[in-house]
């Protein structure tokens, strides 16, 4: 069944089609969308949850978590103040190992108070124990929701998907709605690894000492690693029944290439259309789309991106004082490459609070990295006017 | 009490285990082991932090013979109400939910889930089981701290400016079913409003006063003589209100000078004759208050 759709709907019938049975969740634009239609599906009977209308974000992940931890099928969704509001059950939810999904709507942080798009708001949350996938289009958010359920449940750890406020929360596309039964042969009920149980009582979460807290976290962190082969399976499994996958990492246009952009988000749509330009020109320009970025896809841009003599990260986003996140990200899993095949990064920050990225911008940014011998410093800043 | 009626009102069988972590005389455990006896094992505990943390027994131990849910000190509401919702989804409706939290989890940093919580009528029991202070972290002042009180945030040349905050006139102003205190040393009463919190649906608070041996600087076999004598003096009447307008007594408080209740503990030990009197006044000025709350129903 074809829909045209706004993103944010695409992640509502995302969580419809996968059953959820707890969905937790307090409104923030550009967010709120998505929990409205989730309460039109519960009120008319089309989705047969428990819908809890919490008094803030962090009751709203906690609230999650209870009902991951009973066993159940459990959604959320925010976007930045809410997110950061959230940041300790984040935790919480990882260590806790509780397959607890959730859409993040990408808006920049406060202040000043923005509701426009970048990357801050999730990528501040690396270190929390999420999966965390990047969506480029409606349809990719709609397949991505689904799949999130099913790479959460098979290695126990929550997953955040991440699509861009406005270019894709707010706009329409057609989407591909996956049929019901299709759905429930790929993700049947969940069935918890461990939940509470008054017939099996247990304790979770209880206080560790230090001879069995590293072990907890080296289980933590081979689940994630793990999530790497997972998420390949997972995909398969999708695949075969809609034709559709995107890949922890996506290529376009990288045969021979000397120069390749590196984008996440709806950014690569952007850069595919400008790379398709250049290919017309002549000239060895390639895209890579880098869709997960916990756990991180070091072997992939390592193979990808070793030997090539030039690189272009587009970040939309910004560490204060070290630079754009995905560009460190790279260079740290580059720094492994043999010395002469590492390529000559360029680490471009742009797009912040929402403004528009370009064609033109991304011209700019091609030609700059083809003629500058080598970049002045890290952070290269785009349009930036004082 | 003779012991023949306590027998017939509180059940025999324990869900509390004798190797908890608990001090000497703290009242922390006594209320769960009561409270446990009249919810049975069909019950599902979630523990923000707090004393119980600790007193639970670290992993991979529990002195809990129910499932619990260690959680962050904001928390036991909101994870009750999402544990609650998961049970129903699956069409588990008995199963009772119980949040157990201390006075800073359930007063201070865990109001806003609470209320919201209370708002929307969750279905679970909140107990609050209360030792006037953070005594975990090493009493510090929580916004449950008698005035007067020393604490190691309030000390004796500055000791607690404020009165104790009134939860119960906050819990009451949710509208929610039912709502009680109680008191360790008054075990059938306690176990009487948790069996009548069991077969109301909704939010249900129930709070517990847990005099604290190492936090009150009293002594470890005073615990249970200065927790009635709070409710005999009317520090801490014994009290059940239900859907916010209908509050009543449920045990008899004579009343009579606070002065023995104050002196018995040294964390009240700096103050003048004229301090307690002050604190008399307090009580005094609170029991009319609640007599009229129990005469008008407001």
Redesign the interface.
């Known amino acids: 069944m074809k829909k045209v759709m706004i993103g944010n709907h695409a992640v509502s019938w995302g969580a419809l089609r996968s059953r959820v ?2 969905i ?1 969740a307090y409104p923030i634009t550009p967010q709120t969308q998505i929990v409205e239609a989730l309460s039109d599906m519960v009120a008319d009977g089309s989705l ?3 819908y ?5 974000e ?3 992940m ?11 099928r ?1 959604f959320t969704a925010t976007s930045a103040q809410g997110l950061a509001l959230m940041h ?2 984040l935790h ?1 939810a990882a260590g806790g190992r509780l397959p607890v999904v959730m859409a993040n709507v990408n808006r920049a942080m406060a202040p000043g108070w923005t509701i426009w798009t970048d990357q801050n708001d999730s990528l501040s949350q690396r270190d929390t124990g999420w999966i965390q996938l990047y969506c480029e289009t409606n349809q990719e958010v709609f397949d991505t929701t689904i799949q999130s359920f099913k790479l959460a449940e098979t290695v126990n750890l929550p997953v955040m998907l991440v699509l861009d406020a406005f270019y894709l929360s707010h706009t329409s596309e057609p989407v591909d709605v996956t049929e019901q039964e299709d759905v429930d042969r790929f993700l049947p009920k969940r069935e918890a690894a461990f939940k ?3 017939s099996d ?9 230090p001879d ?1 807290y590293t072990e907890m976290r080296w289980q933590q962190q081979e689940a994630m690693l793990e999530a790497r082969d997972v998420f390949r399976r997972v995909e398969d499994d999708w695949e075969a029944i809609t034709g559709r996958r995107y890949g922890a990492v996506e290529t376009y246009r990288t045969e021979d290439a000397d120069l390749l952009l590196v984008t996440s988000g709806t950014i690569t749509s952007t850069a595919r259309h400008v790379v398709d330009e250049r290919r017309a020109a002549g000239e060895k320009v390639g895209l890579i789309k880098v869709k997960m970025f916990r756990p991180f896809p070091t072997d992939e841009l390592r193979e990808l991106l070793g030997g090539v003599d030039r690189v272009a990260v587009l970040d939309r986003n910004i560490s204060p004082g070290h630079g754009g996140i995905f560009a460190e990200e790279i260079r740290a899993a580059l720094y492994d490459v043999p010395p002469e095949d590492r390529p000559n990064l360029f680490g471009y920050i742009l797009g912040l609070g929402g403004r528009d990225v370009t064609p033109a911008v991304i011209d700019d940014i091609i030609d700059n990295t083809r003629s500058t011998a080598r970049p002045e410093r890290e952070d290269l800043w785009v349009g930036v006017e004082l | 009490m003779s012991q023949t009626i306590i027998k017939q009102h509180i059940p025999q069988d324990e869900l509390l285990a004798s190797g908890h972590l608990a001090c000497p005389g703290c009242a922390a455990p006594i209320a769960m082991n009561l409270v446990l006896k009249a919810l049975g094992p069909e019950t599902m505990v979630v523990l923000p932090a707090c004393c119980w943390s600790i007193i639970a027994g670290p992993w991979p131990q529990s002195s809990l013979q129910v499932p619990l849910f260690h959680t962050a000190f904001e928390t036991g509401a909101a994870v009750a109400s999402g544990i609650k919702a998961g049970l129903v989804s699956r069409g588990d409706t008995k199963t009772t939910v119980i949040s157990w939290a201390g006075d800073g989890g359930t007063f201070d940093i865990g109001l806003q889930a609470l209320s919201g919580a209370a708002e929307r009528n969750e279905d679970f029991i909140y107990f609050c089981y209360d030792n006037e202070a953070y005594m975990n972290t090493g009493i510090q002042r929580s916004s449950a701290t008698p005035w007067g009180a020393w604490t190691t945030t309030t000390p004796t040349s500055d000791p607690e400016h404020q009165p104790k905050k009134d939860i119960m006139a906050i819990m009451a102003a949710h509208r929610i079913p039912y709502a009680a205190t109680a008191s360790v040393a008054y075990p059938v009463d306690l176990v009487e409003k948790v069996k009548k919190a069991r077969t109301i649906r909704g939010t249900r608070f129930i709070h517990i006063l847990a005099p604290c041996p190492p936090g009150w600087k009293t002594q470890n076999d005073e615990t249970i003589d200065l927790a009635r004598m709070a409710v005999e003096r009317r520090v801490f009447p014994l009290m059940e209100v239900e859907n916010g307008g209908s509050w009543r007594f449920t045990v008899d408080h004579p009343g009579g000078s606070v002065e023995e209740y104050i002196r018995r503990q040294a964390r009240f030990k700096h103050l003048t004759d004229r301090q307690v009197e002050i604190i008399q006044d307090q009580v005094d000025a609170r029991w009319e208050i609640l007599s009229n709350r129990v005469k008008y129903g407001t």
């Open positions: 049975e707890v937790s047969p949850a428990q809890i209308k919490v008094e803030s962090h009751s709203a906690a609230a999650c978590i209870g009902g991951s931890i009973a066993g159940t459990t300790e059950m919480w509470m149980d008054t009582p247990r304790a979770f979460g209880a206080l560790v000492r069995a």
